[in-house]
């Protein structure tokens, strides 16, 4: 399934010590606690010194901003609540119970970790209370293991820009080939679980921020449908796009995580909430093999394929997979609208200026009030940028965080009517027609050509993708690794209508046990020909 120059030289991997620890699943790491021949404590301990190796020293992804001071006594608390159960089934703990996740820092975390964004603006007065969605790993048993890096302000601080870089925490490289870039802009949550520093990470999506790095890293990211998570609690740039994700090394631990994202109530303070269907989906019941009934459309529009010639055929020689597993594949499927850039940076921009004020005020509120340390809004971020070298504004611009403080209310016209179009183009007209039209499922598309080379100059430079109609839309996307191309992985994107998460787990799940994938980075400084620098 990959080219004869996928390198052949199995590296040692850089930390032994954790090698055993850090291949476990949530699920398998789940089991051993159950049974008593693992401790939460020792595999946290484990994994905080696999950090200290291959984060911070060795490969030196730059993955993970901060660890959690308290990570093993949290770790060590849970082994004392598993042994102090008397009797009943392991259910009685919480899902997680035990297991160290990561969380992108532009989610909420109370006490020392703090939430940046990866800006040194956002460096100083911790929030004083976690998002939502880490009090629900919390409850779960989950140890939070730390904050994960990302693109500064979730890769819309400006353009252009290079995926991974923060001021806060450097750039993160991509642990397969060290000089490829991650993906962002959930980059250090891809780029941790695919180095095995961690078996969950959170990450959130605008418009591919967690099927971009699922596919660069070689895991599995899930987006859902926007409102089926809160987002109260996460630095925002768009109230019609953004959503937190689960993001993990397989599809079956993604559905363990969503399903205790997804776990309660409505947010009161996130109106996006409200419309999520009542009663919770059986995201785990999808984990099965067949895909009988399933009907899935091959997107074949330009952009989604033919850009880059050897993931589409790469990706061809996967689709009998599906009818394997039982689903009628319908090859090709045509029709999708482009995504106007010109109208979701309109939307965007107007929905960040609004987003990220209240988003302060909330934080200055559960603080007391007290704002002395944290900017107000975008114009305060704006001149901190302007007198903080390190935020190398010489070499990553302000311009996104420059037009949206120009930009007007939620109640400007313009604004309005580029987010009804950007409606019109990804649902009515684009995914829930071609949907109808073909009685389809799911639609399915490779994610992106391979990881592209880090580049401070020029910044980004992939090709193509698939991720946009369903970040758009705010319908849900899961991104698996079907396989590599000189030892980068490449994902396929899978997307439906809203709400429909248990369907594409199931779709990717039984993509997953059909082609029986396996790979680990080898964190090679490079791959392909050097001298060209070109895969």
């Not at 390190?390 to 007007?408: C, I, K, T, W």
Request: aromatic fraction near 4%; proline fraction near 7%; charge should be negative.
């Amino acid at each position: 399934m990959t080219p004869d120059n996928h390198p052949t030289e199995q590296r040692r991997d850089p930390h032994e010590t954790s090698t055993e620890i850090s291949r476990l699943g949530a699920g398998e790491l789940r089991r051993l606690m159950d049974e008593g021949s693992l401790s939460s404590a020792e595999v946290t301990t484990r994994l905080l010194e696999r950090i200290e190796a291959v984060d911070q020293a060795g490969p030196a992804i730059r993955s993970v901003l901060r660890v959690a001071d308290d990570a093993v006594e949290q770790a060590a608390a849970r082994d004392r609540e598993r042994a102090g159960r008397t009797g009943g089934p392991a259910a009685a703990l919480g899902p997680l119970h035990g297991i160290p996740v990561l969380v992108k820092d532009n989610i909420d975390t109370a006490g020392s970790l703090g939430t940046t964004a990866g800006s040194l603006a956002l460096d100083r007065d911790p929030p004083a209370t976690d998002a939502p969605i880490v009090r629900l790993l919390r409850e779960a048993g989950a140890v939070i293991l730390g904050k994960a890096n990302l693109s500064e302000w979730a890769h819309f601080r400006g353009s252009p820009a290079s995926s991974g870089w923060s001021a806060a925490g450097g750039q993160t490289r991509n642990p397969f080939a060290l000089d490829r870039n991650p993906g962002g802009s959930s980059s250090g949550s891809g780029a941790a679980v695919a180095a095995r520093l961690a078996p969950l990470a959170l990450g959130t999506e605008t418009d591919g921020s967690i099927n971009c790095p699922a596919a660069a890293c070689g895991i599995v990211g899930l987006k859902p449908t926007v409102g089926l998570l809160s987002r109260t609690g996460i630095v925002p740039i768009s109230s019609s796009q953004d959503t937190a994700g689960p993001m993990a090394r397989s599809v079956t631990d993604v559905a363990v995580l969503l399903s205790v994202l997804a776990f309660g109530a409505a947010d009161p303070e996130d109106p996006a909430t409200a419309g999520r269907p009542h009663g919770s989906a059986d995201y785990l019941g999808a984990l099965q093999p067949g895909l009988e009934g399933i009907r899935l459309g091959v997107v074949r529009d330009a952009g989604y394929t033919g850009y880059h010639a050897a993931t589409d055929r790469l990706a061809d020689g996967i689709l009998g997979a599906f009818a394997d597993a039982g689903a009628e594949v319908i090859d090709p499927v045509t029709g999708l609208p482009p995504i106007s850039e010109e109208d979701e940076l309109t939307v965007l921009c107007h929905e960040f200026k609004a987003g990220v004020a209240a988003y302060l005020a909330r934080r200055a509120k559960g603080r007391g009030g007290d704002i002395s340390g944290l900017p107000t809004g975008l114009e305060d971020v704006i001149s901190f940028n302007e007198g903080c070298p390190e935020e190398l504004l010489q070499v990553f611009p302000q311009n996104y965080l420059q037009q949206s403080a120009d930009a007007g209310g939620l109640d400007d016209a313009g604004y309005l009517a580029a987010l009804e179009r950007n409606r019109q183009r990804t649902r009515a007209d684009g995914s829930d027609a071609l949907l109808a039209r073909h009685r389809l499922d799911a639609l399915v598309a490779p994610s992106m050509p391979p990881a592209w080379l880090i580049d401070q100059i020029v910044g980004d430079h992939a090709a193509g993708s698939s991720w946009s109609e369903a970040a758009v839309a705010g319908y849900p996307s899961i991104t698996v690794p079907f396989g590599q191309l000189h030892g980068l992985p490449v994902g396929l994107t899978i997307w439906g209508p809203a709400w429909s998460e248990a369907t594409l787990i199931r779709i990717a799940y039984a993509l997953e046990q059909q082609l029986g994938l396996s790979s680990a980075p080898e964190y090679l400084e490079t791959v392909g020909d050097p001298a060209s620098r070109r895969p």
